[in-house]
């Protein structure tokens, strides 16, 4: 079949992990249109502009949704997309209305959930039964992809230690926080745990859960010259992989995620995870599987149960429960590592966990798979 021309429009962050790495097709990016600037809700639309001589054959947006008579396909990431409160009114109600009737248009070929958290999330916010139908007909899930790093299991670094490794960007949202609390209660017990921070930081005010005073926080940023902790800021994607493969566990805590992707990336080199139970988390993570997971209270929706509740609280007690879940959640790991750490069999228990990682990205992840499917998917919307 002749390659197709697919146009990229939407959410770029979103369709990096969420592309097919060796596809037969030609992908050319759409240039931005900064509308939201003008009005927020454009912030759904997927605008693109090319050059005359451009066209396409076929479109994928990522977290918007196109107006156009091509065949498209659109991922979401991010519920409930275009849906808003009982109390949306006017201009912005009936722009939703009409973005909402692309998705149940001929021409959208599929929707495409990167997580079942994302896709029950988005569902749940449908009051249209009609639409919900119709939804249901095109939907399907493909997990985010990447590169596979090793074919093989892993063995603990040392026997005797245990070595984490935390990845993520928003440092307390993400459970970075949690991270140099375990590694001080392992200098308290004189438990040999230590621990690598690669972060820019960034936290409170702006950041989903934290909270917005950034002082705060400073007794926790002062943990990272703990001498169990290696602190190494922003760093190179291959240097972050190369350093996930020489760590026993990688370790994200977090009150709040949409996906994940560096649990899944990192499981390309056989490393389990260590998480909490929210959003799609547990769809990477299976605990005694190739990780643990940690249970904080959630709702049915799946997000941590102490979400929003600062806005009802007020702010002192919006601190009480994030450091509350905070200093659980450092309890727990640590008692999980306590207990893996005085297991006779843990060379065997781990190498048990690290091939469950690498069978979970391969069956889930890896980046060919994924593009065989993708690319099927790209044949059928111009077939049909």
């Known amino acids: 079949?002749?390659?197709?021309?697919?146009?990229?429009?939407?959410?770029?962050?979103?369709?990096?992990?969420n592309l097919p790495r060796h596809s037969q097709n030609i992908f050319f990016k759409s240039l931005y249109w900064p509308l939201d600037r003008i009005w927020s809700p454009f912030q759904n639309l997927a605008t693109w502009r090319?050059?005359?001589?451009?066209?396409?054959?076929?479109?994928?947006?990522?977290?918007?949704?196109?107006?156009?008579?091509?065949?498209?396909?659109?991922?979401?990431?991010?519920?409930?997309?275009?849906?808003?409160?009982?109390?949306?009114?006017?201009?912005e109600a009936l722009f939703f209305r009409f973005l909402r009737s692309?998705?149940?248009?001929?021409?959208?070929?599929?929707?495409?959930?990167?997580?079942?958290?994302?896709k029950q999330r988005y569902l749940n916010a449908i009051q249209n039964e009609k639409h919900r139908k119709i939804v249901l007909e095109k939907e399907t899930i493909v997990h985010p992809n990447f590169i596979q790093r090793t074919s093989e299991p892993k063995a603990l670094q040392n026997k005797d230690r245990v070595n984490l490794i935390f990845v993520g960007g928003h440092f307390a949202r993400k459970g970075g926080v949690?991270?140099?609390?375990?590694?001080?209660?392992?200098?308290?017990?004189?438990?040999?745990?230590?621990?690598?921070?690669?972060?820019?930081?960034?936290?409170?005010?702006?950041?989903?859960?934290?909270?917005?005073?950034?002082?705060?926080?400073?007794?926790d940023l002062e943990l990272l010259d703990l001498p169990n902790v290696e602190f190494?800021?922003?760093?190179?994607?291959?240097?972050?992989?190369?350093?996930?493969?020489?760590?026993?566990?990688?370790?994200?805590?977090?009150?709040?995620?949409?996906y994940g992707y560096s649990i899944a990336e990192g499981f390309s080199t056989a490393t389990p995870a260590i998480a909490t139970n929210i959003c799609a988390l547990p769809?990477?993570?299976?605990?005694?599987?190739?990780?643990?997971?940690?249970?904080?209270?959630?709702?049915?929706?799946?997000l941590w149960s102490?979400?929003?509740?600062?806005?009802?609280?007020?702010?002192?007690?919006?601190?009480?429960?994030?450091?509350r879940a905070y200093n659980y959640l450092a309890e727990e790991i640590f008692?999980?590592?306590?207990?893996?750490?005085?297991?006779?069999?843990?060379?065997?228990?781990?190498?048990?966990?690290?091939?469950?990682?690498?069978?979970?990205?391969?069956?889930?992840h890896e980046s060919r798979k994924m593009s065989e499917i993708l690319d099927r998917m790209y044949g059928e919307a111009l077939e049909n």
């Open 1 to 17: 079949m002749k390659p197709a021309s697919i146009a990229i429009a939407g959410a770029k962050h979103i369709s990096i992990p």
């Open 50 to 91: 090319f050059p005359i001589s451009q066209e396409c054959d076929l479109l994928h947006a990522f977290n918007a949704i196109p107006v156009t008579n091509k065949p498209f396909l659109v991922t979401i990431s991010v519920p409930p997309f275009v849906y808003k409160s009982k109390r949306t009114r006017g201009a």
């Open 102 to 118: 692309q998705l149940t248009a001929g021409n959208c070929k599929k929707i495409i959930f990167q997580s079942d958290y994302a």
């Open 178 to 219: 949690v991270a140099v609390r375990v590694a001080k209660k392992a200098l308290e017990k004189n438990l040999p745990i230590s621990v690598r921070i690669i972060s820019d930081l960034k936290l409170g005010a702006g950041v989903p859960t934290d909270f917005p005073n950034k002082e705060q926080y400073r007794p």
């Open 232 to 258: 190494y800021g922003r760093l190179p994607n291959d240097r972050v992989l190369e350093m996930m493969a020489n760590s026993d566990f990688q370790i994200m805590p977090s009150l709040h995620d949409e």
């Open 283 to 302: 769809e990477l993570v299976r605990d005694n599987q190739n990780g643990y997971i940690i249970s904080l209270g959630k709702k049915e929706n799946r």
């Open 306 to 323: 102490g979400w929003g509740n600062w806005k009802r609280l007020g702010s002192d007690r919006h601190w009480e429960l994030v450091d």
């Open 335 to 364: 008692t999980r590592l306590q207990l893996f750490l005085e297991r006779s069999d843990r060379q065997e228990h781990y190498e048990m966990l690290s091939q469950g990682a690498l069978h979970r990205f391969q069956i889930a």
